[in-house]
């Protein structure tokens, strides 16, 4: 009898190996998808869900993670407001104001120019002997843009102002402080 048994276990034992290693073979969920689901393409239709679209907007209200919603809304109104209300949390120390050049470079140069005269490749644009662009970018040099609170400036990256669009979607709220310290600092790197 313990023969038996010892050859039942010893059986067993060997028949459970799985050389492969890839499947177990055993799915215990059955039919019902728990053991291996079913993905839907982001576009593709979708018979579980109430409008049959796979891909689905946020629910209402939700916002992405490490993201403030900004609380103004009004481009020209709430500037100044902006201005008394916003302070950078930032100092301008080597680092960050290295960042503010990297992130003026990708994003304001291209109007601003690397000097921030206004001069970049967009502003000197051409076609047929006439300016594309006749509105001049502002001069972050002169003396009214540098005496403006930093808030101000960061509330005109982050919503836009006259012909310059907004770029709040498109830069980091501290990497919008990090180029206001840039700007603020003569676009200059101690």
């Not at 209402?60 to 902006?82: H, N, W």
């Not at 960042?99 to 470079?105: A, C, L």
């Not at 140069?109 to 000197?124: E, N, R, S």
Request: with cysteine; glycine share 8%.
């Amino acid at each position: 009898m313990k023969k038996i048994i010892l050859i039942l276990i010893g059986a067993a034992f060997f028949s459970s190996c799985n050389h492969e290693q890839e499947k177990t073979y055993w799915d215990y969920m059955g039919d019902f998808d728990m053991y291996y689901s079913k993905a839907y393409e982001s576009y593709s239709p979708n018979k579980y869900l109430k409008d049959g679209s796979t891909l689905q907007l946020p629910v209402q209200g939700t916002v992405p993670r490490e993201f403030i919603p900004y609380p103004f809304k009004d481009k020209f109104k709430d500037k100044t407001l902006a201005g008394k209300l916003l302070k950078n949390p930032f100092q301008p120390t080597k680092e960050n104001l290295l960042r503010g050049k990297e992130k003026y470079d990708i994003y304001c140069a291209v109007c601003h120019g690397t000097t921030g005269q206004g001069d970049g490749p967009i502003a000197t644009l051409e076609k047929n002997g006439k300016k594309l662009y006749p509105v001049p970018p502002a001069n972050l040099k002169a003396g009214y843009i540098q005496a403006k609170p930093d808030g101000e400036i960061f509330h005109v990256i982050t919503m836009g102002s006259a012909v310059m669009g907004a770029h709040g979607s498109q830069i980091k709220s501290d990497d919008r402080w990090k180029i206001v310290l840039y700007i603020k600092n003569g676009l200059k790197v101690n």
